[in-house]
């Protein structure tokens, strides 16, 4: 692959060998001359939504000394005094703006079930978050204004008592540096970081997602419950009248033991189960269905005119003979398979290349049209 300035010069296999989960990289300029993508009109207008997440962090003259709401915002404080400086969060930005999704798939060196979103910080003078650690690495694009930022490898994480939000007990900067628009700052995950706004500034934090094997677990054993095929039914021909009526017997255990060890999994079923759950979309997430569907016939001379084109919301992600969008998986065949990755991997495809494919992708095509996971493509 080749350097990019996005990441300062430096090629991707560079960056993830050098840096990735091991240090901090200020990168000066990563995208020269940037400029916000969303003016705050817009970004204030998303705090509003109710399928936008949004957080609101204000600093606080009385005890605990932090407050934080959550949105959606009606409005939104207006300048206040550093003892009150605010900052507005808004997460997954790129479901909702073309720019913003442009930018995120930027980062798409890294794998799609590793990237999880842009969120947008717009602050007053003074606003930020805190000292904290994430548990996640995260690249800190500054888009407007000055931030600056102090970040330390400490190993103490203690976390202030009481308060609505993670803040480090103990925060022990060991460098710091003043952010200008197209800066960016890559941390990788526990490395702790504050960014206080100097005047008003935006921020963008390109987001990664790193499942907690506790929550796969659990979701697993929850795949697999959907699944698992035991047929039969507890039996005991064989039973003595008992003095312990109270006591699971050793014949009933063992009988059940024996059967509930055939609950067994495979590889392939931890592919089906992955490609789910990392293709779920957030509960937030609503889907735009076309305001007219076309008929699928219409629909299907357009797309092999046209081609068609994921929308933003969508994720869709493959494995061998699986594909999975949007938490759905089925199993194709190889010519299907061929087209179905193209698709999931530059997110679009031409009507060419949709020629080849079975009638099952056909009809699967035309149902993900109609529930907006899709749309024609660009004439
Ligand atoms: C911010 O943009 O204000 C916070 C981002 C972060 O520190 O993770
Ligand atoms: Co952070």
């Known amino acids: 692959m080749k350097k990019l300035p996005l990441l300062g010069g430096i090629t991707p296999a ?28 817009t970004l204030f207008a998303l705090a509003a939504r109710e399928d936008v997440e949004s957080r609101l962090v204000s600093r606080t003259t009385k005890k605990p000394g932090w407050a934080m ?15 009150a400086a605010w900052t507005l969060l808004v997460q997954g930005a790129n479901l909702h703006d073309a720019a913003a999704d442009a930018l995120l798939r ?18 007053v003078e003074g606003g930020g978050v805190g000292p904290h650690v994430d548990s996640y690495d995260v690249f800190l694009l500054q888009a407007h204004g000055q931030r600056r930022w102090r970040i330390g490898a400490q190993r103490d994480l203690t976390l202030v008592e009481g308060l609505p939000l993670k803040v480090l007990r103990n925060f022990v900067p060991e460098q710091e540096f003043v952010l200008d628009p197209g800066d960016m700052l ?47 039914r507890y039996a005991d021909p064989d039973l003595k009248p008992t003095s312990h009526p109270a006591q699971i017997d050793g014949a009933m255990l063992a009988q059940i033991a024996e059967q509930l060890q055939k ?15 990392l293709s779920e979309p957030k509960a937030s997430v ?21 081609g068609v084109a994921l929308a933003r919301k969508t994720q869709m992600l493959y494995r061998g003979a699986h594909v999975f969008i949007n938490g759905e998986s089925f199993g194709v065949n190889r010519p299907d398979r061929t087209s179905l990755a193209a698709l999931a991997d530059e997110r679009a495809i031409n009507g060419a290349s949709l020629a080849g494919v079975s009638e099952d992708v056909r ?17």
């Open 14 to 41: 560079v960056f993830l060998r050098d840096y990735w989960h091991k240090k901090p990289l200020v990168i000066r300029q990563a995208i020269a001359g940037f400029t916000p993508l969303l003016d705050t009109k």
């Open 69 to 83: 709401q959550h949105g959606p915002f009606n409005s939104l404080p207006g300048p206040a005094p550093k003892s």
């Open 106 to 123: 930027q980062f798409r060196f890294i794998p799609d079930t590793r990237l999880d979103d842009l969120m947008i910080s717009y602050a």
């Open 186 to 232: 890559y941390l990788p995950p526990h490395y702790a970081h504050d960014g206080v706004a100097i005047g008003e500034c935006m921020t963008y934090s390109i987001g990664f997602r790193a499942p907690a094997y506790q929550e796969l677990g659990e979701a697993f054993l929850q795949f697999m419950g959907d699944t698992i095929d035991l047929p039969g």
């Open 263 to 277: 609950v067994r999994f495979t590889d392939d079923d931890i592919a089906i189960f992955l490609g789910e759950y």
């Open 286 to 306: 609503v889907f735009s269905p076309p305001t007219r569907a076309l008929s699928a016939v219409r629909f299907a001379q357009s797309a092999a005119r046209r």
């Open 363 to 379: 009809e699967a095509l035309y149902l993900w049209y109609c529930d907006g996971w899709l749309s024609l493509g660009p004439v």
